[in-house]
């Protein structure tokens, strides 16, 4: 997959926290792992809606942007925008605890990052499941892929764990202590499988 040029980049209305090549390599994983690219899809702590636009670009998906902060979805909306796909993104204010949507009506659950803010995750899995269509999946986890550029990987994995380690990181979970199996049971979740990041980790659910 050929990834963005540094005009591009440089150009972006609403920077995100990570390269964009972060977010073009986990789409393009997200669409290998779970070959859903149409229907709706939620990006859950969307930030200012990097890998959810990003799934729009590359597939048919309608991707709604979800994120607690006001000023970050209308970042959303220009980067959206200016990746010309604002016709299939939109944007709510919400959590991961409090989905506006009913029992079986979403294709595709993806989030980057979000985990460690979240303050139950038994209910936002629960929810989450709930929402999924049958045949539906989900994407959450946090960290890098395995798309990457070896240089890219070494690099931001690097900055990811001095992240962790810092004063501020430590308030927050990192990937490798999160009781993922515990939460997934406990809301449950019948079928999933936890994929390792390098550094991270996701895991992918699937509703049957």
Same mark, same amino acid.
């Given at each position: 997959?050929?990834?963005?040029?540094?005009?591009?980049?440089?150009?972006?209305?609403?920077?995100?926290? &990570?390269?964009?090549?972060?977010?073009?390599?986990?789409?393009?994983?997200?669409?290998?792992?779970?070959?859903?690219?149409?229907?709706?899809?939620? +990006?859950?702590?969307?930030?200012?809606?990097?890998?959810?636009?990003?799934?729009?670009?590359?597939?048919?998906?309608?991707?709604? #942007?979800?994120?607690? +902060?006001?000023?970050?979805?209308?970042?959303?909306?220009?980067?959206?925008?200016?990746?010309?796909?604002?016709?299939?993104?939109?944007?709510?204010?919400? +959590?991961?605890?409090?989905?506006?949507?009913?029992?079986?009506?979403?294709?595709?659950?993806?989030? *980057?990052?979000?985990?460690?803010?979240?303050?139950?995750?038994?209910?936002?899995?629960?929810?989450?499941?709930?929402?999924?269509?049958?045949?539906?999946?989900? &994407?959450?986890?946090?960290? #890098?892929?395995?798309?990457?550029?070896?240089?890219? *990987?070494?690099?931001?994995? +690097?900055?990811?764990?001095?992240? &962790?380690?810092?004063?501020?990181? *430590?308030?927050?979970?990192?990937?490798?202590?999160? *009781?993922?199996?515990?939460?997934?049971?406990?809301?449950?979740?019948?079928? &999933?499988?936890?994929?390792?990041?390098?550094?991270?980790?996701?895991?992918?659910?699937?509703?049957?």
């Amino acid at each position: 997959m050929g990834y963005s040029n540094i005009s591009e980049e440089e150009n972006i209305p609403s920077p995100p926290l &990570f390269p964009l090549i972060v977010y073009q390599a986990l789409a393009q994983q997200i669409i290998e792992e779970c070959k859903i690219v149409e229907g709706l899809c939620l +990006d859950i702590g969307s930030g200012v809606g990097m890998l959810g636009i990003q799934l729009a670009k590359l597939t048919q998906l309608e991707v709604l #942007l979800l994120d607690v +902060d006001r000023k970050a979805l209308i970042g959303g909306l220009k980067n959206a925008e200016y990746f010309k796909v604002k016709e299939r993104v939109s944007a709510i204010r919400t +959590d991961a605890h409090n989905l506006p949507f009913k029992p079986n009506s979403v294709n595709l659950v993806v989030s *980057r990052g979000s985990i460690p803010f979240w303050k139950d995750h038994v209910k936002a899995f629960r929810e989450i499941y709930e929402i999924l269509v049958r045949g539906g999946k989900a &994407f959450i986890g946090g960290g #890098l892929t395995r798309n990457l550029p070896e240089n890219v *990987r070494k690099r931001l994995g +690097d900055r990811i764990r001095q992240f &962790f380690s810092s004063p501020r990181g *430590r308030q927050y979970p990192p990937p490798e202590s999160w *009781r993922l199996d515990e939460w997934l049971r406990e809301a449950g979740v019948a079928k &999933f499988e936890i994929v390792q990041g390098d550094p991270g980790r996701w895991v992918k659910i699937t509703k049957s």
